[in-house]
């Protein structure tokens, strides 16, 4: 089959677009706003875009509490959600007032970050310490802007907990993290494999 975006005649009964660029990693931003105040949401529009220097990015739908907080103090942390945690990470996906803290709302403790003010998920097994890079506002082909909002961040901190880490390194089969798909679908990593780059 073939359809074109612009007049989304796919026929399908869901839009295929979501299900097709999968999994996604999802970022449990974890922020604060000028008053001090906890926020926590997850995002799968999410991933690492460089690794010198350490660069992750997200994409909120709606300029949401968390770029407005992003963008007033500067920090943030992305907690990597994990199958132990999802309930606790759908649950913080609600969509309730400002003044509401999705830690409280989804029975989540925090842990203090050590180079930002911004909060981390407690039981996180890994956790990057974010400062503000930038904020970028979308636009489509026709130069118009979309409700959506890319915050580019600049890694200055990791939090790994220690019973992920086997022989030297992180063994994502330990805490699976939790990826999502098109629809209401999610998945797990539990298993991995190596290939060796040929030599050119």
Request: aromatic share 8%; hydrophobic share 40%.
């Amino acid at each position: 089959m073939f359809y074109e975006t612009a007049k989304n005649d796919h026929g399908l009964p869901h839009n295929p677009l979501k299900a097709i660029v999968a999994p996604r990693p999802i970022g449990w931003i974890s922020s604060l706003d000028k008053d001090g105040r906890a926020n926590l949401a997850p995002y799968s529009f999410f991933n690492c875009l460089c690794d010198r220097p350490p660069i992750v990015m997200f994409s909120s739908s709606g300029y949401k509490d968390s770029v407005a907080n992003i963008d007033a103090t500067g920090e943030f942390v992305c907690n990597m959600a994990s199958w132990d945690l999802k309930d606790e990470m759908n649950l913080s996906s609600a969509t309730v007032p400002h003044e509401t803290s999705e830690f409280e709302l989804s029975g989540l403790e925090t842990a203090p970050s050590r180079l930002i003010k911004a909060p981390r998920v407690a039981r996180a097994a890994t956790a990057l310490e974010c400062r503000h890079l930038e904020t970028i506002h979308l636009k489509g082909l026709d130069g118009q802007e979309t409700d959506s909002y890319m915050v580019l961040g600049q890694v200055v901190g990791v939090h790994i907990d220690d019973h992920v880490i086997v022989d030297g390194r992180v063994d994502v089969t330990r805490y699976k993290p939790l990826a999502r798909l098109g629809y209401m679908d999610y998945a797990v990593v539990s298993e991995v494999f190596q290939m060796v780059r040929p030599k050119t």
